[in-house]
């Protein structure tokens, strides 16, 4: 909020503030793993009258990727909101917005009841929406209109289911909720509202449309912003209903969702390999790898879970430094037509490398952080026998090298450099480079994450498996 | 952490170091760079000796442990089998990189070139040292990637579409050897490396499943190997720069596709599994069919160094084919044949390398008399191909042999017409080469003439050739010798069948 | 029938309308207005089912609820209004075109 009143000091104030966040989230971290998950009641309420705090593993870890990610995003920001690039009235606006968005992220991981989650939500959406806006082009505007008409409408969807758990049950807190809950007609018809709410927002198949728009017309920061943490927030609230709150015995509706998601991986995929501008080619892998999430749905397991989960992280990570990368090559050449790269891309060792560690996170490779996370959905669905999700991980992975390649060959050609270039602030270039790297040793450190993913597990009554 | 743990860690950090650094050099910084290239060489040369002294000897374990996910851990491990493979590979790659400085002067990016040259040997030597499936999958995958822009390092579109080729094979490659292995850990719950294998508990409930993920395994495995008919990359891969087709051949990429087949039938499966699954038999006979294939297909080759690519496929199915035959004795020719194929064929490419980078020649109808122009280069070809087509006392001659008994001790008398039918066609598409450059008349001017003073070539060119020209006629006539490839063999051999 | 029920159905009804009007219209205008339509639809059956037993004293958390989903809604149009007049001054017009971009 300050960041209004003092136009001139933004930068620094904004730096600060995200240096003090990741030190909060360190502390809380170390509070987590310490002692158990948290709870903390504002103002001293309880539930189930008041608004509490709650953390645990899962929203731990969604808190550190997201300081991560923010703390990469809030350096990148300094170097692409200057003057020579933004008018100046439009960059001041970024950074209160930015504030704004990363406190709505850091409430709704911390939210312990469903209309706080409401609420979180909204404020999301609406800062996103906003940054969106702030590129100002027409395509801009247009996508960010139809973003925000989404974002309304899946937040009502969500608020009718909301308030029939309410009338049902009288309480709102998600443990609550989760002990009182018994299958009936109307826990049903809350449950389709609020589903139906969020997976439009996490752009499952089909209802992915607005998604490739909205994030490649978006400026790089807010695109890396909404690929790979916005999307996700509406999927970690609806993965905490439907692992807390929800009966979890419907198996039908679990393989609805794995279907869904198998066809988003392929679409996704394909779709990416035909675009011929690089940001869209981004956000439709982005489509493809919301896909794998959902793949944990019809399997069910204590592995699959953790498997999807782990790709949730990676991909935040890989896909903020691609989508840097991408708005580094547009910064320099101008433009992010792939088949005009050759003049561009390999005049830029850092951010091809950026942009090739990223990818082989997407692909799967080993040793990145998605490698571990395709390992562990791989393990379960041959452990469960559904051999059809093997096949559709796997064609996943190369069509994702498909894509990632037809990019990636461009770095490699011997073209003279095109003449109107313009400089890239070399942080913007480590920036990626460095979110790149970490989600590759993501990998490499995974049993820590792992670990963390067990405090206060949700998941607890399938840790069998 | 002990010492003999870091050991292993060592020998694959020190060439990814030494990549990063490079990657950072200005282009004109070429006295750092070949400085650091050769240390990191000649240190990785003194931990092998280092640790091949303490296996020998004291059978000591090298090993190096770190978790990486549920019950599964990153291990770099020194035994036998890998001492073998990395020696051979640090030994080339010492040759090689005297080799590439010599070719690559003055052309651009060569920053990017040697970066991603020492990043593929860490990624060969962590495939040598694996000591577990998910290791080895691990290094194998960074060998693919690795190895793309060292073909595509030319630029052109030709370059591009054989890198685009090569993705292909290899990407599909890694995904069967992904699920292959997965499956195997949800079946057998480890993947550790032991001699004769792990699984032996598992074949009567999980037949089925076994010789599956075998297939899925060998498949994979396979294309990096260039087993017919997965073997299409490889010929079109020759559009790489000369030093990078010698190390792909001889050490890096081929290479660790066999030698993940050693390690799959010896240390995952098990001979005797293996060959109780009846899976060896079969991959005996696709071996058998590459080599005769391979050599046909060479025999019809005019570009010098696609006729390389086609004896390639044939010559390193050689070691698949000893493997596969599940005796002792042909154990040690398939092993032997490792680092002998690897030192013989390397000679062939950095000699091709000559004759293009000296004189332009491409093509085997320009060879004519060139043997009086290159005398050196192409004496060196020449013991190389006589090794090839195993001539005794050469290289060659010392694998075959011992495929020949080892076929034979195990009553597989058809190896036996696969390796005469395919020495005769190796002399068939030798021969000729080495007749016109020795006995036919020089043409008037050679195609692109470079001069370089007074010897036939630069001297950087010249020594890698002579060398391994030289280690070719070594590790033949002293195969005997102890600490040659024939003994270390021999010993890996007794530890494999004798567990 | 009491008048409970019939508050939920008014409500049920208007979500149903408001969903059909932003799905049929290219208007932003009307789109806009639909949405919130469809909100005063949810906070209607929100308040009727804060009702739960007949006489009694309503429950307060539902009307809290509302408030904020109150507060919520009008940020949100006056956002979504202030980009219908940036789109109108940049592309012209205040529709939605099929595909944005290429």
């Known amino acids: 909020m300050l960041s209004f009143l003092l136009p001139q000091r933004v930068k620094l104030l904004g730096l600060l503030i995200a240096a003090g966040v990741v030190a909060a989230v360190a502390a809380l971290g170390w509070q987590v793993a310490e002692l158990g998950a948290q709870r903390y009641a504002i103002g001293g309420w309880g539930a189930p009258l008041g608004i509490d705090l709650y953390a645990d593993g899962l929203s731990l870890l969604m808190l550190m990727v997201n300081a991560v990610v923010c703390l990469g995003v809030s350096v990148y920001s300094t170097g692409y909101f200057n003057r020579a690039y933004f008018r100046r009235s439009r960059a001041i606006y970024f950074w209160p917005l930015w504030m704004f968005l990363w406190a709505a992220l850091n409430a709704l991981f911390l939210s312990s009841d469903i209309f706080n989650l409401y609420v979180t939500l909204e404020l999301l959406g609406l800062s996103a929406v906003a940054l969106v806006a702030l590129a100002g082009g027409a395509d801009a505007l247009t996508s960010a209109m139809r973003y925000l008409l989404i974002n309304l409408l899946g937040s009502l969807f969500y608020l009718l289911g909301v308030a029939l758990l309410y009338h049902r049950f009288g309480s709102l807190d998600i443990t609550i909720l989760s002990q009182h809950i018994e299958p009936s007609p109307a826990v049903w018809v809350a449950m389709g509202l609020m589903t139906s709410g969020l997976l439009l927002k996490t752009a499952l198949f089909p209802m992915h449309f607005w998604l490739p728009a909205a994030h490649a017309s978006a400026p790089a920061p807010v695109s890396a912003l909404l690929s790979a943490l916005v999307v996700k927030a509406s999927f970690y609230i609806f993965l905490r209903l439907w692992l807390e709150i929800f009966p979890v015995d419907s198996s039908v509706f679990g393989e609805l969702l794995g279907v869904l998601g198998a066809i988003a991986i392929f679409w996704g995929g394909v779709q990416a390999l035909r675009q011929t501008r690089l940001k869209m080619l981004i956000a439709y892998s982005t489509v493809a790898q919301l896909g794998y999430l959902f793949l944990a749905f019809p399997m069910a397991s204590y592995f699959a879970w953790k498997g999807a989960l782990f790709i949730l992280l990676s991909h935040a990570l890989a896909k903020t430094a691609m989508f840097m990368a991408a708005g580094n090559i547009l910064h320099f050449g101008g433009h992010d037509r792939i088949q005009d790269f050759d003049h561009v891309v390999q005049y830029q060792p850092l951010t091809s490398a950026a942009f090739a560690l990223a990818g082989i996170s997407i692909m799967g490779l080993p040793p990145s952080g998605g490698f571990i996370g395709k390992w562990l959905l791989l393990e379960a669905a041959i452990n469960s026998g559904q051999w059809w999700l093997v096949i559709i991980i796997i064609m996943g992975g190369l069509l994702a090298a498909a894509y990632i390649f037809k990019v990636i060959g461009y770095a490699f050609t011997q073209s003279r450099k095109s003449h109107q270039t313009r400089r890239v602030p070399i942080r913007m270039e480590w920036t990626a480079l460095i979110l790149a790297i970490a989600a590759i040793l993501l990998g490499l450190i995974a049993p820590w994450p792992l670990a963390i993913m067990d405090i206060g597990l949700p998941f607890s009554g399938e840790a069998a498996g | 952490m002990s010492l003999n743990a870091l050991l292993p860690l060592l020998m694959v950090l020190s060439s990814l170091l030494v990549g990063l650094i490079i990657f950072f050099l200005p282009e004109e910084r070429a006295g750092i760079r070949i400085a650091l290239n050769l240390a990191a060489a000649v240190l990785k040369l003194i931990l092998v000796g280092v640790m091949s002294w303490g296996v020998f000897f004291y059978g000591l374990e090298y090993e190096f442990r770190m978790p990486l996910l549920h019950s599964q851990e990153l291990i770099l491990h020194a035994d036998a089998l890998s001492i073998l493979f990395v020696t051979l590979s640090t030994i080339l790659w010492l040759v090689t990189t005297v080799y590439a400085i010599g070719y690559l002067e003055d052309s651009p990016h060569r920053s990017r070139f040697f970066g991603f040259f020492s990043l593929c040997v860490m990624a060969t030597v962590g495939v040598a040292m694996a000591g577990n499936m998910i290791t080895f999958l691990l290094f194998y995958e960074l060998l693919t990637l690795t190895t793309y822009p060292l073909i595509v390092h030319r630029g052109t579109e030709e370059a591009r579409r054989a890198g685009r080729t090569y993705l292909i094979y290899t990407m599909t490659g890694g995904v069967l050897i992904l699920t292959g292995t997965v499956w195997l850990h949800a079946i057998a719950g480890s993947l550790d490396f032991s001699y004769g294998g792990f699984v032996s508990d598992l074949v009567d409930e999980h037949r089925t499943a076994l010789i599956a993920i075998f297939v899925l395994l060998i498949a994979g495995l396979g294309v990096k190997a260039a087993l017919v008919p997965f073997h299409g990359w490889l010929p079109q891969a020759m559009i790489a720069p000369a030093p990078v087709s010698a190390l792909l051949h001889a050490v890096a990429v081929v290479k660790a596709g066999a030698f993940g087949i050693v390690r799959v039938v010896d240390d995952v499966y098990g001979v005797e599994v293996a060959a109780n699954l009846g899976v060896t038999g079969p991959l005996a006979v696709l071996a058998g069919v590459t080599i005769i294939y391979g050599s046909i297909r060479a025999l019809f080759q005019d570009d010098l160094k696609r006729r390389l690519a086609f004896s390639t496929i044939s010559q390193v199915s050689y070691i698949v084919l000893g493997i596969a035959i599940a005796g002792p004795l042909a154990t040690i020719g398939g092993l032997v044949h490792l680092v002998h194929q690897g030192v013989m064929k390397i000679t062939l490419f950095f000699c091709a390398g000559n004759l293009a980078e000296t004189l332009g020649i491409h093509k085997i109808s320009e060879m004519n008399g060139v043997g009086r122009r290159m005398p050196w280069t192409m004496t060196a070809f020449t013991i190389g191909a006589f090794g090839m087509i195993g001539v005794p006392p050469l290289a060659g001659f010392v694998s075959k042999w011992y495929l020949g008994l080892g076929a034979l001790e195990v009553g597989q008398e058809w190896v036996i017409y696969v390796l005469a039918g395919s020495s005769l066609l190796n002399a068939a598409y030798f021969l000729p080469i080495l007749y016109a450059a020795w006995f036919k008349l020089p043409t008037d001017s050679w195609p692109d003439e470079r001069a370089f003073g007074s010897g036939e070539t630069a001297w950087t060119l010249l020594l890698p050739a002579v060398i391994t020209a030289f280690l070719t006629l070594a590790v033949g006539l002293l195969a005997s010798m102890p600490f040659s490839p024939l003994h270390w063999a021999r010993f890996i051999t007794t530890l494999e069948y004798l567990p | ?102």
Do not use: C, W
């Open chain 3, 1 to 102: 029938m009491n008048t409970l029920y019939l508050y939920t159905i008014v409500g049920v009804g208007l979500f149903t309308l408001g969903l059909y009007a932003l799905l049929i219209h290219s208007d932003l205008l009307r789109k806009i207005l639909a949405i919130n339509i469809m909100g005063s639809g949810v906070f209607l059956i929100l308040v009727a089912l804060a009702a739960r037993t007949q006489g009694a004293v309503p429950d307060p958390v539902p009307h809290a609820m509302v408030i904020t989903g109150i507060v919520v809604a009008v940020s949100a149009t006056a956002l979504a209004l202030a980009l219908v007049i940036r789109v109108r001054t940049k592309v012209g017009h205040a529709n939605l075109p099929e595909q944005s971009l290429e």
